[in-house]
Structures are given as C-alpha cells and as structure tokens.
C-alpha cells in the first residue's frame, strides 16, 4: 500500500488550501481514512477521519467547521479541504488508511496502518 500526498504550500491567513492523497494498493471507499498533522515541537494529532464501523466522520475541534474530509472512488483519491486557515495549522498533514472493517476512528486503541509522506502547510502573511 502507497499513499502519496500533495497540496501543501505557503498560504495567507484566511486563505485555502485542498490536500490530496492518492492510494494505490487499497482501495479507500473500503477503508478507514484519516489526515493527521505535526506541527514543529509538537506530538502529531488527528485532524480528521472517516471510521469504517459505523461510517462516522470526526474533526478535531480546532478544525472543525473550517476543514472537510472526503473521497473521490473513481480517483482513490482522499481529499481534506482546508477554508480560513491560521497561523496554528502550520503543519506537516500526513494521510492515513487502514483496511479494518471495525475501525473506529474515535477509539484511541486503532491506530491506522499505512501511512503516507507528509505534505507541509504554512500559513503565514
């Protein structure tokens, strides 16, 4: 499994950003899909994540309202829409997939499997 992220760059504050993530190996519409981020001097965190047992989507509360998850199945293709960025969502992004059937995005016990490379976002003016 590969995952292969893009997207990142250099964006004002209150700007956007859309990051993809192609897969190949997996197919993602049956899958747990997730985006995660690491800032400088910072543990990585989850951003968002779509659970496979029971199809729910979850943000982190800084995100939400401003960042969107989704899925292109004809591309395999992982998309996060990011809208009115900040300062603190500079951040290596990661994407993130597992195959369990059972994921659950919101218990700390799963811990996604394939992991792709990093794609760095900086918000600044």
């Known amino acids: 499994v590969q995952l292969q992220a893009s997207g990142g760059g250099l964006v004002q504050p209150g700007g956007s950003l859309r990051l993809s993530c192609v897969a190949s190996?997996?197919?993602?519409?049956?899958?747990?899909i997730g985006w995660f981020r690491q800032a400088p001097g910072k543990e990585r965190e989850g951003v968002s994540c779509?659970?496979?047992?029971?199809?729910?989507?979850n943000y982190a509360d800084s995100v939400k309202g401003r960042f969107s998850i989704s899925r292109d199945d004809a591309k395999n293709t992982m998309y996060l829409q990011m809208n009115s960025l900040k300062p603190e969502d500079t951040a290596v992004y990661f994407c993130?997939?597992?195959?369990?059937?059972?994921?659950?995005?919101?218990?700390?016990?799963?811990?996604?499997?394939?992991w792709g490379k990093g794609t760095l976002v900086t918000v600044s003016s």
């Open positions: 993130a997939t597992d195959p369990r059937h059972d994921f659950d995005c919101r218990d700390p016990y799963y811990i996604m499997k394939h």
């Open positions: 190996g997996l197919t993602l519409r049956y899958a747990a």
């Open positions: 779509i659970s496979t047992n029971d199809g729910s989507t």
